[in-house]
């Protein structure tokens, strides 16, 4: 009889214990039933911009002075750095307040070397040597020390000739591609003054046309 008593009671003893939880918080972390790993039940944060994004200039063009002084003369840049490793990849243009801009993107870190002036008609290919007509009075040239065009001899331009016409930049063109020479042409209003930045992540040439 003493044995069965004893048995009863560790019964009791053990159904008690086993009904006992630990009290959790409200918040307290829990296995995910997919994962593994814990999760909350904390409400998820609100998304933000992905890390090292460098916002790119010509998006947000009003935040540089658009009340520049540029120049109308020649502007030139040397870059060997930037030799063969900056490909051309797009060409855009931009009208905004105070001006109209044109960006070169590329491939690599660095903007390679260029040349840009304004030149007088006729406009040639530099391959064939036709004539080439732009809307506009005015012919600013932008030669870059770069290819537009890849190892198998195919253009990495989607399109090699815009026609925008902005309140000054009016069309664009490109007229070479040889031997490390890219050149563009851009028939605009007038040959009004001109400013050119370097803008980084992603490489960019910029140039502003001032109207």
């Known amino acids: 009889m003493k044995s069965l008593g004893a048995i009863f009671t560790l019964l009791l003893l053990s159904v008690a214990f086993g009904c006992t939880r630990e009290p959790t918080a409200n918040n307290a972390a ?4 997919s994962t593994g790993q814990a999760v909350t039940s904390e409400p998820t944060p609100a998304r933000t911009a992905t890390p090292n994004r460098t916002p790119r200039a010509d998006e947000t063009a009003e935040r540089t002075e658009s009340n520049f002084e540029g120049t109308a003369g020649i502007t030139e840049e040397k870059n060997e750095i930037a030799y063969g490793s ?48 732009l809307a506009g009075d005015g012919w600013l040239e932008v ?19 815009l026609a925008p016409n902005h309140k000054t930049v009016k069309e664009l063109m490109q007229t070479c591609d040889f031997e490390g020479d890219v050149t563009w042409v851009a028939g605009v209003a007038s040959p009004n003054k001109y400013r050119v930045l370097e803008l980084k992540n992603p490489a960019r040439l910029v140039i502003d046309v001032k109207h």
């Open 86 to 133: 900056a490909i051309l990849r797009e060409v855009r243009t931009g009208e905004h307040t105070n001006f109209d801009r044109i960006v070169f993107e590329f491939d690599g870190r660095e903007v390679p070397g260029y040349h840009i002036e304004y030149i007088d008609k006729p406009v040639h290919q530099c391959g064939s040597g036709d004539v080439v007509a």
């Open 30 to 33: 829990r296995p995910s039933a």
């Open 143 to 161: 030669r870059m020390y770069t290819q537009a065009h890849d190892e198998n001899g195919r253009p990495t331009l989607a399109v090699r000739e």
